[in-house]
């Protein structure tokens, strides 16, 4: 029997001798039955992965590094790579080559038995056809798909029975930490948009009081606390600013509070823990006071940076256009969730705009900007994931299963699967033994004043740490001085 790589079930072959006779003879009926295992899946050997040319506008990442390629074919894949397809990421055919890889043209990389992408396929306007029309039937596609938002794309799939794992869909769970290309390029873009950020505010980050005079620190706006948020809380603690930060979970909250930011609540307590780690659509009496909450910090800071989405909805406008013009002029924004529609009502999607004085940074391909890493971790998230779906030595198998127990490999694959053959297999089941998160513990009014008197001021903390240039002629060198700790 022959097996594809998607036809996920173990298989026995019986093999039986009958010995027949009359019962005249005195002889019985004698069944010899003799198991044998049948292999199940692909040889690796067999297998082609292609990483082919990404073509959507802007984007400089490549599937697969050299040192990618490398631990697929140690593992029996054989790779191909579309000439140039790692280029903008500074990864150059001839590397590829030494990884180990063949070098070939658009089409036969698309024909390939296993496909690893990072955009979801699309037209390729250079040849006048859809990326997916040229896949071979019945092959495996890796990427981000956002399955949800890209029903045509999955229709196209369909037709091509394909099986697909979506990146995007990657339960986040502590096993698929390794694999969890989300998290991989958020990180990256809350530490691109504190850099972007700087590029386009006035002045300096950090305080510092020198002969020329004071400079405050740079106030901080961080809305969302995932891993974007915090990765932007991070860089702009270690730049010297003071960090605000604000989300809905209570977690949240604590992480920020550990790197060192100003955790923001409102008065109205409500959870915001949703599944799967995000966060959850709130009440209409939160959005409210957070709404009052954003509007005074507005007066306030100097940079905001907003990352706040809802898997598979439009992202939540939380910054209106009176918020923005409220804002100090020469004041930045950044807004991660602009490719979902912005949380800021003035943000224009993939674009550097200006509006009343206040810069607005909309870009879309933040994780792009650092083409090399980027295609570096994200190149480590999939071979991962392969190789943990399938650790068989000699073929590419895995089993999507319908019951699954939270946070296993079950999960994992399940979870990815968003296709088999051309079923259409998203949403996934929920999964059994799902853990239940433990209740935010509420403080009072009370409890809540007395943290923020024993707080140390943001603006002492960071003026105490911030070095001060001193103006005599003679010393000419950079000395900490008392007066840091008096202001």
């Keep these: 029997m022959n097996l594809t790589c998607s036809q996920h079930a173990h298989f026995l072959r019986r093999t039986c001798i009958f010995i027949?006779?009359?019962?005249?003879?005195?002889?019985?009926?004698?069944?010899?039955?003799?198991?044998?295992?049948?292999?199940?899946?692909?040889?690796?050997?067999?297998?082609?992965?292609?990483?082919?040319?990404?073509?959507?506008?802007?984007?400089?990442?490549?599937?697969?590094?050299?040192?990618?390629?490398?631990?697929?074919?140690?593992?029996?894949?054989?790779?191909?790579?579309?000439?140039?397809?790692?280029?903008?990421?500074?990864?150059?055919?001839?590397?590829?080559?030494?990884?180990?890889?063949?070098?070939?043209?658009?089409?036969?990389?698309?024909?390939?038995?296993?496909l690893v992408k990072v955009r979801a396929p699309?037209?390729?306007?250079?040849?006048?056809a859809h990326e997916v029309d040229l896949m071979k039937d019945g092959a495996t596609l890796i990427s981000f798909i956002y399955p949800a938002q890209n029903p045509e794309l999955m229709n196209l799939l369909s037709q091509k029975k394909a099986t697909v794992l979506a990146m995007d869909q990657v339960p986040r769970v502590t096993i698929a930490q390794g694999y969890d290309a989300l998290s991989s390029m958020a990180n990256i873009a809350g530490y691109k948009a504190v850099v972007l950020a700087a590029n386009n505010f006035g002045r300096f980050f950090t305080g510092q009081i020198t002969a020329a005079g004071k400079v405050p620190p740079a106030k901080v706006l961080i809305i969302g606390g995932g891993v974007a948020g915090l990765a932007a809380a991070g860089t702009a603690r270690a730049m010297g600013a003071i960090v605000r930060g604000f989300d809905t979970r209570a977690a949240a909250l604590e992480q920020f509070k550990s790197l060192g930011a100003e955790p923001l609540e409102v008065?109205?307590?409500?959870?915001?823990?949703?599944?799967?780690?995000?966060?959850?659509?709130?009440?209409?009496?939160?959005?409210?006071?957070?709404?009052?909450?954003?509007?005074?910090?507005?007066?306030?800071?100097?940079?905001?940076?907003?990352?706040?989405?809802?898997?598979?909805?439009?992202?939540?406008?939380?910054?209106?256009?009176?918020?923005?013009?409220?804002m100090k002029d020469g004041s930045v924004v950044v807004d991660l969730a602009a490719e979902a529609g912005g949380n800021i009502e003035t943000t224009v999607p993939g674009e550097l705009s200006v509006h009343k004085g206040v810069v607005h940074v909309g870009y879309t391909d933040l994780p792009s900007r650092l083409p090399t890493q980027s295609s570096t971790l994200y190149s480590n998230n999939i071979t991962k994931l392969i190789r943990a779906i399938s650790p068989d030595k000699e073929n590419f198998y895995y089993d999507v299963k319908d019951m699954f127990d939270y946070g296993t490999m079950d999960h994992v694959v399940r979870g990815s699967v968003v296709m088999?053959?051309?079923?259409?297999?998203?949403?996934?089941?929920?999964?059994?033994?799902?853990?239940?998160a433990a209740p935010a513990k509420t403080k009072s009014v009370q409890e809540i004043a007395a943290e923020k008197a024993a707080t140390i001021s943001p603006f002492r903390a960071t003026l105490t740490t911030a070095g001060v240039y001193t103006g005599g002629e003679t010393e000419g060198c950079l000395t900490p001085t008392s007066c840091c700790l008096g202001l």
């Design 267 to 326: 008065d109205v307590k409500e959870s915001g823990e949703g599944q799967g780690g995000y966060a959850k659509e709130m009440s209409k009496e939160f959005i409210e006071a957070e709404m009052k909450l954003f509007a005074k910090q507005c007066l306030d800071v100097d940079i905001l940076i907003s990352t706040a989405l809802i898997p598979g909805r439009k992202a939540p406008v939380l910054i209106s256009k009176d918020m923005v013009e409220s």
């Design 20 to 114: 027949d006779t009359s019962p005249a003879w005195g002889l019985h009926l004698i069944l010899l039955c003799l198991l044998t295992v049948v292999p199940v899946g692909i040889p690796y050997k067999q297998l082609t992965v292609g990483v082919p040319r990404e073509i959507f506008q802007n984007e400089l990442r490549v599937a697969l590094s050299p040192a990618g390629v490398q631990a697929l074919i140690k593992q029996g894949f054989n790779v191909v790579v579309e000439s140039g397809a790692g280029e903008s990421a500074k990864f150059h055919d001839q590397m590829y080559a030494e990884a180990g890889a063949t070098i070939r043209d658009t089409k036969d990389v698309l024909a390939s038995d296993v």
């Design 420 to 436: 088999q053959d051309g079923k259409v297999l998203f949403p996934a089941p929920q999964p059994n033994n799902v853990p239940v």
């Design 122 to 128: 699309m037209l390729n306007s250079a040849l006048g």
